[in-house]
Structure formats: structure tokens, C-alpha cells
């Protein structure tokens, strides 16, 4: 209807904090809904300057993570808001329709167990630090090969980082391991792990941006129905819950 499309064009969905003033002042009578997936915090979990000066002047806000709901309107002005999950189109990235079979014999693993971490990285551009936790993957890898020995096998599918390879490499990971190089979100050799994988891992930091997201990769394991072993945060907490959805 005309009332039903007056409506729609006195409404403007910003993906940008940078967009939102601009979009007020230039924009006569328009309500600015800004939805908020980058939500960019400092190390004392406080929202920088021109993110902070966005959510107090938009209209509304939708957040993809419950967690960073409850700390951003609990230190800040923000009129209305709501919560969105991320989720998956599963039309385009279904590992369960995928052959998990395939993926084993390409790379020789037909009875290993395999233990895999698909993601980015992370890292301060000044001090080199982990933002993503990525750094413990080493550490819990060779644990794991203490206690399985020849049966597991390790899969991890993103960018090549020297830190990471060399402390693989030192406590004697490299041997079990395959390094994905980062490819297509739904390309065959993702499915192809995610159907594959016996357990997918999911590492996090106290970098209050990563501590609090919900994070796209979990919804992505949760889509494979694999084991997934996440680090214990505000934000995949408001995911994944114990005896409900996870264990």
C-alpha cells in the first residue's frame, strides 16, 4: 500500500557506524536503524569514539550477539534495540548434504579421528598479540596427541601465520597435520571438513570485541551437527547451552 511504502522510505538501515549521523542530518525525518555487526570495543571493553556517538543517535539498533547487547546498553544510551542471530542460509552451506567420505580419502584419512579449527586470525598490527585465542591451538593439539597417538589426525583451514606454524611445528603437530589455506565459504573442501570432522574447535580471548561476539563460526559448526569444544564466554554462551543445544 502507499501508507505501507511512506513508511518504508522514512527508514534506513545503516550497516556502518560511520553512516549513521551523516544519514540524520542529510536525511530529513528518517529513523536510522543501525545494524550492528562490527561492534569495535578497547581493551577496558569500551566502544571508540565514533561507534559510541552512533548508537546514541540511532533510531535503533540491531545486534547479532546477545552478550554485546547486554554490555553496550548497559554502559550507553541506546534507545530501541533488538537481537538478531547470525544463523546460516543453509541452501548454501550445508555440510550435512555433503559427502563426508570424500574429503577423508583426498587426504588419506579414512580411519583418523580428525580434530579441526576453521577461522581467521587474528593479531594486533602492533604488538603481534592474539585477539582470536588461535595461539592455544598448538598447545591443545599436542595434548590431544599424547592421548590418541597415530588415530587423529588435524585439520586447520585458514591463513598461513609464522607464529602459529612454528609452534606447531616445535611441539611436534606438524607431522598430523594439514594446513587449509583459506578458500570460498561454502567451496567443497570446507564442507568437506565440516562433514568430516569428528570434533571442530573454537578458540576466543579476553579481547572484549571476540569475548562477547556469538561469532559466525559457531553457527557454521552448529550447521555441521559435529562435536564442536568453544572456550566458555559471554558470547558463546549465548549460543550454545548446555543440554539444550550443546554439550
Known sequence: S?????????????????????VKLFSNGVKVILDYMDVILDDYG???????????????????????????T???????YTYIPYGIPLKEFNPRDFDSNWF??????????????????WRD???????????????????????????????????YDRKLFSNFKRLGVMSRMIWIKPVKFNDPLRLG???SSDVLTLTSSKFP?????????????MAACKAIVAERTPGIC??????????
Not at 548497559?74 to 530501541?80: D, L
Not at 583426498?106 to 586470525?121: C, D, E, T, W
Open 2 to 22: 502507499s501508507a505501507a511504502s511512506d513508511v518504508y522510505k522514512r527508514q534506513a538501515i545503516i550497516l556502518n557506524p560511520v553512516g549513521v549521523q551523516e
Open 46 to 72: 569500551r566502544l571508540i569514539k565514533y561507534h559510541e556517538d552512533a548508537v546514541k543517535h540511532a533510531d535503533g539498533v540491531i545486534f547479532w550477539s546477545k552478550a554485546l547487547m547486554c554490555h553496550v
Open 74 to 80: 548497559s554502559k550507553y544510551k541506546v534507545g530501541s
Open 104 to 121: 577423508r580419502e583426498l587426504y588419506g584419512l579414512k580411519n583418523k579421528f580428525i580434530v579441526a579449527y576453521s577461522g581467521g586470525i
Open 125 to 159: 598490527k602492533v604488538t603481534g598479540r592474539d585477539l582470536h585465542g588461535i595461539d592455544k591451538l598448538p598447545i591443545v593439539f599436542a595434548k590431544i596427541l599424547e592421548k590418541l597417538g597415530d588415530d587423529v589426525a588435524f585439520v586447520v583451514n585458514c591463513p
Open 193 to 195: 571438513l565440516y562433514a
Open 209 to 221: 570485541a571476540v569475548y562477547y561476539a556469538e561469532r559466525m563460526k559457531t553457527f557454521e559448526y
Open 238 to 247: 549465548g549460543v550454545l547451552r548446555h543440554e539444550d543445544n550443546a554439550y
